[in-house]
T-cell receptor, first 113, second 115 residues
Framework: GAGVSQTPSNKVTEKGKYVELRCDPI?????LYWYRQSLGQGPEFLIY????????DSGLPNDRFFAVRPEGSVSTLKIQRTERGDSAVYLC???????????FGSGTRLTVV | GESVGLHLPTLSVQEGDNSIINCAYS??????FIWYKQESGKGPQFIID?????DKRQGQRVTVLLNKTVKHLSLQIAATQPGDSAVYFC??????????????FGQGTILTVHP
């Protein structure tokens, strides 16, 4: 596609539920990133994929968070047992190479009630 | 970068004025810096970047200055327009080691341009 596509754009879920957030990167971009942005703050790194493998998952806050990219294209961020503190905008970005040229999607706004 | 919760720095300018947005970065090993513009409900949009072997880079209406001695970046916008109103973030990339590919964002600045 022309840009990075994220679905859904908005997600409201109840505390304790499981959610999946999807990212469809720019075609051919081998590097894919997930960031989380809380209100009034800059995006914070969660995880970076190079191809199918997670090259750096040091930003995942705890083991409730998990991400996959099984075919090296679409990625899914999975959050188990959601908590109200997980409410944020989850951003995905992709690039041809991790040295630059990142394009961000519009994000998924997650609200845990 | 450090976060300050909801109290982002703000800059208000008149249309046609020049704007200067500043950013302090944290990692002296960072070798690539990017300025992003973020409008409400959208993801960060690339504006301009600079490598650590440069101290100035110019784009269309924008200039980025890098001072490695004091770890400071600035974004200058010439002839600011109402469409420039947004939150601006600087980001640094450490292109080596285990953090390769990870952007660290600085504190955002809210720019408001009055017609």
């Amino acid at each position: 596609g022309a840009g990075v596509s994220q679905t859904p754009s908005n997600k409201v879920t109840e505390k304790g539920k499981y959610v999946e957030l999807r990212c469809d990167p720019i075609s051919g971009h081998t590097a894919l990133y997930w960031y989380r942005q809380s209100l009034g703050q800059g995006p914070e790194f969660l995880i970076y994929f190079q191809g199918t493998g997670a090259a750096d998952d040091s930003g995942l806050p705890n083991d409730r968070f998990f991400a996959v990219r099984p075919e090296g294209s679409v990625s899914t961020l999975k959050i188990q047992r959601t908590e109200r503190g997980d409410s944020a905008v989850y951003l995905c970005a992709s690039s041809l190479h991790p040295s630059g040229g990142y394009t961000f999607g519009s994000g998924t706004r997650l609200t845990v009630v | 970068g450090e976060s300050v919760g909801l109290h982002l720095p703000t800059l208000s300018v008149q249309e046609g004025d020049n704007s200067i947005i500043n950013c302090a970065y944290s990692n002296s090993a960072s070798d690539y810096f990017i300025w992003y513009k973020q409008e409400s409900g959208k993801g960060p949009q690339f504006i301009i970047d600079i490598r650590s072997n440069m101290d100035k880079r110019q784009g269309q209406r924008v200039t980025v200055l890098l001072n490695k001695t004091v770890k400071h970046l600035s974004l200058q916008i010439a002839a600011t327009q109402p469409g420039d109103s947004a939150v601006y973030f600087c980001a640094e990339l450490n292109a080596g080691g285990t953090s390769y590919g990870k952007l660290t964002f600085g504190q955002g600045t809210i720019l408001t341009v009055h017609p």
